[in-house]
């Protein structure tokens, strides 16, 4: 385990044990989450899951780990578990090439994993997500809105606790609906740009967004859970 040695100077080994007996679930993988799954990997992970159904496409090249020329066209799950096997080979990970849904739901058993990680951006399945996790008595961080922002200046608080965020205030909304409190949740309390449209489809839901933006998002995610996991009693 040469590659880790620098982290077992910090943490201990029987702390870097923990990590390595975890299981971790990534939901999404863009330009949050592929920050926060790669993270997880170096920070010794034993076990992962990424599930996307997303491909790799090339206005993704600005922001997103998975996104380089020659993963045009490749689904995001399977390149974030080739780069993972390039990292650490001895990572377990496992993918789901779909998008995590009410159709697919069932096909998840949550209560194999010791942490999830929501970074997928419908408020929908954000919360059947965040729900899911919450039944199976399973920690779950659930990202909020990283996009249309130049500031990086993220924070952790519990989902009903967060401000200043659009997606967050929806997510919060549906989350007392269900009688969910508690969630941890990553947000930015700044005001969001309006990014020009003028390279936008028509009808589509045109987001701006910058690398060092969604990248410290998506590491933010990623220490919460490894300092959680070493705080815990991972069996």
Known sequence: MQ???????????E????????????????G????????????GVGSLLFADGDVVSESNLNRQLVALRST???????????????????CDVETFEGYFNEETA????????????????????KVLLISAARAAGVPVISCMGAGNRLDA????AAAENT????????????????????????YSED??????????KEGEKFIGSVSFVTGAAGLLVAGEIVRDILSSDVS
């Open 3 to 13: 590659e880790f040695i620098r982290e077992i100077s910090l943490i201990g080994e």
């Open 191 to 200: 005001t969001p740009l309006l990014p020009d449209r003028k390279d936008a």
């Open 72 to 90: 045009i066209g490749k689904n995001k799950a399977a390149v974030m578990k080739a780069r993972a096997a390039d990292i650490s080979p001895a």
């Open 163 to 186: 401000r200043g965020c659009p997606l967050a205030r929806l997510v919060r909304r549906e989350l007392k609906k269900a009688g969910i409190a508690g969630v941890k949740a990553v």
């Open 15 to 30: 702390n870097f044990k923990k990590l390595r007996r975890a299981r971790v679930a990534v939901f999404g993988i863009g």
């Open 106 to 125: 069932p096909f998840f058993d949550f209560s194999r994993f010791t942490y999830v990680a929501d970074c997928i951006d419908s408020v929908k399945e």
């Open 153 to 156: 200046a993220f924070k952790v």
């Open 32 to 43: 949050v989450g592929s920050y926060a799954a790669e993270a997880l990997v170096r920070a």
